[in-house]
């Protein structure tokens, strides 16, 4: 018997949109899930861009408006992969209309929004997931196991970074990343965010934040760049640079583990230095997204003049998700975190659940962004329970 298919509708097709077509194309290739996505539709404002980027990645049909694609009833999902201030209003009029959906990350621009987008899809009762696609890196899903099984104890520290350097020359134009009223912030949102949910997932919930930020560069020429980070001038205006090229913070946790977390795109030599030191009474772990298939594991039981920092390959068929691939050692890369996530999207639309994480991490994630904004802007510490006291706030 062939499975129920679920139809697809995808906003934007540039880089989150590549690396989500190319995860629904795989899902029936690598998983047996009880049912399959279908690359239905996807929707961009220039019709010749989004005819060749429907051709390209595989997808039915094309809109030139995403409201287009929401009225459609050959629709079941809509994946939001467009820049950060368009997820509410696409969120909403798509929960309005029974879509279940997948929305990038940051959630919203601003915890309010964030909160608008919530109760849109709880009132309308449909399947939510937020794209925070690094915790489904194997040795990741590998680490929280070995978190829960209290092989670490108690958890005392986690230090996080991701730390680019792409942004470093001063002509690099002023792409939307670059301004507050399309991205909400800089890297703190774009960057801070992954990091957030790594803590969230693996440590557990803030309890208090203390910030700082800086913007070095402030004015680019106006531009647009592609996927690879090529920057491209398009004309001789020059624009104000309205959010963070860096941002840091110190944390506590609700379960008392203090935290330090960086991000920068001002970084010479890293690229994409997303990595997690977490230390507990009985044990450390370590994780780098540039050689993302290891997770560094030191034990305190181990026999004295053994112990040490082990470099465990999470390809074997105990660790998570890893059966689905490839024999023992035969790695996966970047593609597959954003497989396994949808994977459990299917699994959600199959069985009538939002797999974590959906629009409830995507708001306390966005309370924690919003919380190191605010110490930031007043310079003290901020109790994350402050923010949420407000009743319109309560998660
Ligand atoms: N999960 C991750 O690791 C990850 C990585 C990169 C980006 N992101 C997130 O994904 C989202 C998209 O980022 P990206 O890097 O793919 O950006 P991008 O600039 O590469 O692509 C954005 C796409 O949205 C389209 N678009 C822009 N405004 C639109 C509108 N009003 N209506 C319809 N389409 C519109 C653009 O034409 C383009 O196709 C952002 O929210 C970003 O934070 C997540």
Redesign the pocket.
């Known amino acids: 018997m062939s499975k129920k298919q679920v139809r697809i509708g995808m906003?934007?097709?540039?880089?989150?949109?590549k690396a989500h077509s190319h995860a629904f194309r795989d899902i029936p290739f690598f998983f047996d899930t009880d049912v399959v996505p279908v690359l239905q539709a996807i929707?961009?404002?220039d019709e010749q861009g989004v005819k060749q980027a429907a051709e390209k990645m595989g997808w039915a049909s094309y809109e030139t408006d995403?409201r287009r694609l929401i009225e459609r009833d050959d629709i079941d999902v809509i994946d939001i992969?467009?820049?950060?201030n368009?997820?509410a209003e696409i969120a909403i009029a798509a929960a309005k209309a029974g879509k279940h959906i997948i929305c990038?990350?940051?959630l919203a621009l601003t915890l309010e929004q964030s909160l608008q987008m919530l109760e849109a899809v709880k009132e309308a009762g449909v399947v939510h997931m937020i794209?925070h696609?690094y915790r489904f890196a194997p040795a990741v899903q590998f680490a929280k196991k070995l978190i829960e099984q209290g092989r670490l104890g108690k958890i005392y520290h986690i230090r996080a970074t991701f730390l680019q350097d792409w942004l470093m020359d001063p002509n690099f134009p002023l792409i939307?990343r670059l301004k507050k009223e399309v991205s909400g912030s800089g890297t703190h949102g774009?960057l801070g965010a992954?990091i957030i949910d790594l803590a969230r997932f693996l440590v557990g919930e803030f309890s208090e934040v203390v910030g700082m930020m800086e913007t070095f560069i402030k004015e680019r020429p106006l531009g647009d760049m592609d996927?690879h980070l090529k920057g491209r001038i398009e004309s001789g205006q020059w624009g104000e640079v309205d959010v963070d090229d860096a941002s840091a913070f110190l944390a506590r946790f609700e379960n008392g583990a203090l935290g330090v977390f960086e991000v920068t795109r001002f970084s010479r030599g890293n690229r994409a230095g997303n990595r997690f030191e977490i230390n507990g009474e009985k044990g450390s772990i370590r994780w780098d997204m540039e050689n993302m298939n290891n997770l560094q594991v030191y034990l305190e039981d181990d026999e004295r003049g053994l112990q040490g920092f082990r470099t465990i390959n999470c390809t074997e068929v105990e660790h998570p998700y890893a059966a689905a691939y490839w024999p023992a050692g035969h790695i996966i890369g970047y593609e597959h975190t954003f497989i396994n996530l949808l994977v459990e999207m299917m699994n959600g639309i199959a069985n009538g659940y939002s797999p974590a994480p959906n629009f409830e991490d995507g708001v306390r994630n966005q309370v924690v962004l919003e919380a190191v904004e605010r110490s930031v802007q007043t310079g003290t510490w901020i109790k994350i329970s402050e923010l949420l006291k407000q009743p319109q706030l309560q998660v």
């Open positions: 906003v934007g097709y540039k880089f989150m949109g929707a961009g404002r995403w992969v467009t820049p950060n368009t997820h990038e990350k940051p794209c696609n939307w774009d992954h996927i």
